[in-house]
């Protein structure tokens, strides 16, 4: 896969654009950019507009307990301190699809 810059287009499912009730992982945003997981992890680091509760590294871990709060206004379920991927996790096929251009 061609090395791909991470930008709005791909930011979108975090950027609060994506749909709510649903996160992804860093290593999933990486695959469908064409990136790494830290090299996202930097990019989110630097944007103030992205969704960051959005997204939890591999194991549904946010690096913050402030994400609860919005887990709980958006609907998204966890327990104790991580996200349950199984009932709202968007892996690569379903983010690929989501940042698709929709024909009209």
């Known amino acids: 896969m061609p090395h791909r810059r991470l930008d709005g287009r791909h930011a979108d499912p975090v950027r609060g654009r994506g749909r709510s009730r649903n996160v992804s992982t860093y290593g999933e945003i990486a695959h469908v950019v064409g990136v790494g997981a ?7 680091s630097k944007s ?9 590294n591999s194991t549904g871990r946010a690096h913050t307990a402030a994400a609860q709060a919005y ?5 998204i379920p966890y327990r104790e301190d991580r996200v349950v991927l199984s009932e709202c996790g968007l892996d ?3 983010l690929t699809a989501a940042t698709r251009p929709s024909r009209t």
């Open 48 to 56: 103030s507009d992205l969704a960051w509760w959005r997204v939890v």
């Open 38 to 44: 830290r090299y996202v992890g930097w990019v989110m």
């Open 92 to 94: 690569a096929a379903d």
């Open 71 to 75: 887990w709980d206004a958006e609907g």
